[in-house]
């Protein structure tokens, strides 16, 4: 392996594939006196070879130095900056108040923004995405009783095309919490695997992801832990799955150690969180009075989501009552006492009974009920239930011309321009028996919604001649409502005929762990198809979706610092298990698309239209287009330079619009004309590139130009005496194969001209 050097400040240190450099430079600023100040900062650099060659270069201590910590990292021409800010007083929380804000720069692109004040506005969805990748990757390193209100902001400031900067950001990130005085338990390395050939390439870019039947970004610490996974497949293999989360991992170590180093140079001490004392003093108190009802609530398995949810929340109030009646002060440090006696509790049981508060063994899916075509008017509709989380889907097939369109800045920061198919995601709040605005899309709707529709995206076939929107509406949860959105929407696609490769169901794996004193992993227990509370009590919440054959997305939610790769391997081949005997469910309902469409469906066709009758066909300004549409519904779209493409609601509307179509074309039919023959024109128009001439009244007007108007050479129609209602035999060769106009020819029935005949009259010696 090539030896590299490492300098700091007047050190200078070896280390493997790993360059480190740290400037110190000076910048003297005038004030308005003009006089010079001083301003000196350093600049420390740390620069990452990968093992495919490729660099990563992070920098920190020029920009930003307001702010807690600021770190650019550069991949190729790409950039990114990132920056942490904390506020200084910690509040009160039940969760770390962490936000993270990804924002593509419409100068990072090149472009000015499209908007009315050409400024970079709200939020893209994209962005969106890219802010929850990032969160879901720091967050579980935070310490558990941290509260300060923390804010990571990641620009991008430029973009190649070519390398990746969303993975880019992620690794930011963790650069600026590392050299911060945020207390956080990383850094973290994250990567991206793709899958071209049956070879696995890291960090591939832009095109290879084209090329690519997965693409996989993994996130772990130094010890192999992983804290994230994000990823969608074209029905990858479980085993080819498992190399490419070991290979991940592996990679994320030469970008952990750049960090490292980049921190011990920056040197900075991070925040001491003082001890919550007064919730360690209540516990005792709270486990005295509370813990044996809290058992007996877990172990009653008749209890559903509401019941057992009161009964929490009356023992909750009964334990404030008993134990703070006396020190109202201590309510909210009893509050968190009971919590945490809660979840202590829940988690305890799962190893002493091996068996779930809803009385399910630990790989046992809860019960599946499901039904198609509920709404007959719908182009396709799925009920699918499991336990207590139910969705309702819906298919809806439109033109092509109406897919999902991206906007220009996230086409060219992803490549990707628009989506025939896409997933729209509603969870309201009377799911889960609340009120709340029904207007408002946030940003879990926007990240589970992208879940499903990845998983589903892969069966679609790619040359379907319709945009397809599929709707899941949450009409209950208690967990799992985005893998319930895969199963129905897989249903949904068949009820709607659509030609989808295989049914895609998804399952939610959970892990409790027990840890040791010093913070490691024991043991740990699976769980298939997990429960609303014990995704909130658990350490993971992995969602994985597939085929019968494979998987095509998958997506890793960890609350704890990490989780070991051979327990990610084991929850994955608990999911396969899952995820088969989900589908033989659902294929008992509806396993093939189905193949007599409704009366309402819509209809798609294609006709040619002779050249030579496309403006008569289109009209003045595409005026006969636009009145089919308005009489029929029909949306006729141009294909190629004669072929026409028509969407119809239904097949009653195709059949009028083409019934139009047909009598507009042959009301006033030409006649047939023979190559070779002649024929007699009536001159109409005389203009100076040629003469206008009719052949036959249902015919249009034809040029004949001056260079087909005599063997000799004509500049004006004029100058042979031509007048408008002349009658003149012209010879018919057919039409243009290019434009389909007619070509005729005067010049080849006269008798060839001597070369010394002059055209026009000599003019006299008077003139």
């Not at 990072?108 to 969106?128: C, K, M």
């Not at 207007?439 to 001649?465: C, Q």
Request: aromatic share 6%; with cysteine; glycine share 6%.
């Amino acid at each position: 392996m090539k030896m590299v050097l490492l300098r700091c400040g007047s050190k200078l240190l070896k280390s493997r594939n790993l360059i480190f450099l740290q400037q110190r430079n000076h910048i003297r600023n005038g004030n308005v006196h003009g006089a010079t100040q001083s301003n000196e900062f350093e600049e420390q650099t740390a620069e990452i070879q990968l093992s495919d060659g490729k660099k990563i270069r992070f920098s920190t201590g020029k920009f930003a130095r307001f702010a807690g910590g600021c770190v650019t990292a550069k991949f190729g021409d790409t950039s990114v900056m990132s920056i942490a800010v904390r506020q200084n007083e910690p509040v009160h929380s039940d969760m770390i108040p962490l936000t993270v804000d990804y924002r593509q720069k419409a100068a990072a692109v090149g472009r000015i923004p499209s908007n009315y004040f050409r400024r970079d506005l709200r939020q893209t969805e994209h962005e969106i995405l890219t802010s929850r990748l990032i969160d879901r990757s720091i967050r579980p390193l935070f310490p558990k009783d941290y509260r300060y209100e923390t804010q990571i902001t990641c620009n991008l400031l430029a973009v190649d095309g070519f390398n990746d900067p969303e993975v880019l950001a992620i690794n930011a990130a963790s650069a600026v919490l590392s050299i911060s005085d945020i207390p956080w338990n990383g850094p973290i390395g994250a990567v991206r695997i793709g899958l071209i050939d049956n070879q696995f390439v890291v960090h591939p870019s832009r095109r290879d992801l084209q090329h690519s039947i997965l693409n996989l970004v993994v996130a772990c610490t130094s010890k192999n832990l992983v804290v994230m996974i994000e990823g969608s497949a074209n029905d990858i293999l479980e085993q080819d799955l498992r190399k490419a989360i070991r290979l991940a991992a592996k990679e994320c170590q030469l970008i952990i150690s750049s960090i490292i180093e980049l921190q011990k140079c920056v040197r900075r001490s991070k925040i001491q969180i003082p001890e919550n004392v007064e919730t360690n003093c209540m516990i005792e108190p709270v486990r005295e009075f509370a813990e044996k009802e809290i058992e007996n609530i877990f172990t009653c398995y008749s209890h559903d989501k509401i019941t057992r949810d009161n009964a929490l929340d009356n023992l909750r109030k009964e334990t404030l009552y008993n134990v703070a009646k006396d020190n109202p002060e201590v309510t909210s440090a009893v509050m968190e006492a009971f919590q945490e006696l809660v979840k202590d509790t829940f988690r305890s049981l799962i190893f002493q009974t091996n068996k779930r508060c809803d009385g399910r063994k630990l790989r046992q899916l809860r019960s599946i009920s499901c039904q198609v075509n509920l709404l007959e008017p719908l182009h396709g509709s799925a009920f699918f239930q499991r336990g207590q989380t139910q969705v309702l889907c819906t298919v809806t097939l439109d033109s092509i011309e109406n897919a999902l369109k991206m906007d220009s800045i996230s086409m060219l920061a992803s490549g990707l321009k628009d989506k025939n198919f896409f997933l729209h995601y509603e969870f309201p709040p009377y799911a889960t028996n609340e009120i709340g605005k029904l207007t408002r899309v946030n940003r879990r709707e926007i990240g589970h919604g992208a879940l499903a529709e990845k998983g589903l995206r892969p069966v679609i076939p790619k040359d379907y001649p319709f945009a397809i929107r599929l709707t899941s509406e949450v009409l209950e949860s208690n967990g799992s409502s985005s893998m319930a959105s895969v199963c129905g929407g897989s249903m949904a696609l068949m009820d709607a005929g659509i030609p989808i490769s295989s049914q895609v169901a998804g399952v939610a794996i959970g892990l409790i762990c027990k840890f040791s004193k010093d913070g490691q992993i024991e043991d740990y227990k699976i769980l298939l198809d997990i429960l609303g509370i014990e995704d909130y009590l658990g350490d993971i919440d992995f969602k994985l979706t597939g085929t019968k054959k494979g998987f095509t997305a998958l997506q890793l939610d960890v609350k704890v610092p990490g989780i070991p790769v051979k327990a990610i391997m084991e929850c994955i081949q608990c999911a396969t298990e899952g995820k088969s005997k989900i589908i033989q469910i659902m294929n008992s309902v509806i396993s093939s698309p189905r193949e007599k469409n409704k009366q309402n469906m819509p209809v798609f066709e294609t006709i040619e239209v002779p050249i030579h009758q496309r403006a008569k066909f289109i009209g003045v300004g595409g005026l006969n287009l636009k009145k089919i549409l308005t009489e029929t519904g029909v949306h006729i779209d141009a294909k190629e330079q004669n072929i026409f493409s028509l969407f119809a609601p239904n097949q009653d509307a195709m059949n009028e619009a083409k019934n139009i179509i047909q009598e507009a074309l042959t009301t006033q039919a030409e006649p047939t004309l023979i190559f070779g023959d002649i024929y007699t024109g009536k001159i109409i128009e005389i203009r100076d590139s040629g003469v206008m001439i009719t052949l036959h009244p249902q015919m249009q007007p034809i040029l004949l130009s001056n260079s087909q108007l005599d063997r000799r050479k004509v500049h004006h129609p004029s100058a042979l005496g031509f007048e408008v209602g002349q009658e003149i035999q012209v010879k018919y060769f057919g039409r243009d194969p290019v434009n389909g106009q007619v070509r005729l020819s005067r010049k080849v029935l006269q008798e060839p001209v001597s070369n010394t005949q002059n055209f026009f009259p000599k003019l006299d010696d008077n003139n």
